[in-house]
T-cell receptor, first 113, second 115 residues
Framework: DQQVKQNSPSLSVQEGRISILNCDYTNSMFDYFLWYKKYPAEGPTFLISISSIKDKNEDGRFTVFLNKSAKHLSLHIVPSQPGDSAVYFCAASARRSGNQFYFGTGTSLTVIP | DTEVTQTPKHLVMGMTNKKSLKCEQHMGHRAMYWYKQKAKKPPELMFVYSYEKLSINESVPSRFSPECPNSSLLNLHLHALQPEDSALYLC??????????????FGPGTRLLVL
């Protein structure tokens, strides 16, 4: 049973515009959420995280928003750059499940120059 | 330094071969993980070591055998694999595996092909 879902397998955005990647989860015990970026033939690279006690975390061009009531998080990239083209995975963990990560299926972002 | 290294980068093996994947980190982390990732799928957790002890084994077939010789090294021994085991094998590490809200840092992976 997929506890973390990314319903958009792909997204194309013009360079300089905003990219919004979405992620939904079903387990209300999740208390930590992360976004990873993955290039082909490489391992996932940690991008940004957010604790369940917050609703927003910002790091440069990347902002993650958490809506606990909707069990939804999103990653905003502004402005988008061609180098941002990659697959983005969201992940969630819960202290009660030993910090095991549950990954979404990924969204492939293409930023068009 | 948030680097996790994995060797080899690529591995081709027959179903009767024995091989090992290696992972190393020097961040002082005490938790290390093996994941398997098939194309267009999310990483699937296989094993977790915390303080050199196996803490999670996600019902992985015995043809995969993990080993944690010390806190910096993690091996995955492979024997009598099947073609469906072909995948990208990812290693990750985190601070302890026991604290809340730990971030896992991933290596580049070993792409395995079983013929």
């Amino acid at each position: 049973d997929q506890q973390v879902k990314q319903n958009s397998p792909s997204l194309s955005v013009q360079e300089g515009r905003i990219s919004i990647l979405n992620c939904d989860y079903t387990n209300s015990m999740f208390d930590y959420f992360l976004w990873y970026k993955k290039y082909p033939a490489e391992g996932p690279t940690f991008l940004i995280s957010i604790s369940s006690i917050k609703d927003k975390n910002e790091d440069g061009r990347f902002t993650v928003f958490l809506n606990k009531s909707a069990k939804h998080l999103s990653l905003h990239i502004v402005p988008s750059q061609p180098g941002d083209s990659a697959v983005y995975f969201c992940a969630a963990s819960a202290r009660r499940s030993g910090n095991q990560f549950y990954f979404g299926t990924g969204t492939s972002l293409t930023v068009i120059p | 330094d948030t680097e996790v290294t994995q060797t080899p980068k690529h591995l081709v093996m027959g179903m009767t071969n024995k091989k090992s994947l290696k992972c190393e980190q020097h961040m002082g982390h005490r938790a290390m993980y093996w994941y398997k990732q098939k194309a267009k799928k999310p990483p699937e957790l296989m094993f977790v070591y915390s303080y050199e002890k196996l803490s999670i084994n996600e019902s992985v077939p015995s043809r995969f055998s993990p080993e944690c010789p010390n806190s910096s090294l993690l091996n995955l021994h492979l024997h009598a694999l099947q073609p469906e085991d072909s995948a990208l094998y990812l290693c990750a590490s985190s601070q302890s595996g026991r604290l809340a809200q730990e971030t896992q840092y991933f290596g580049p992976g070993t792409r395995l092909l079983v013929l």
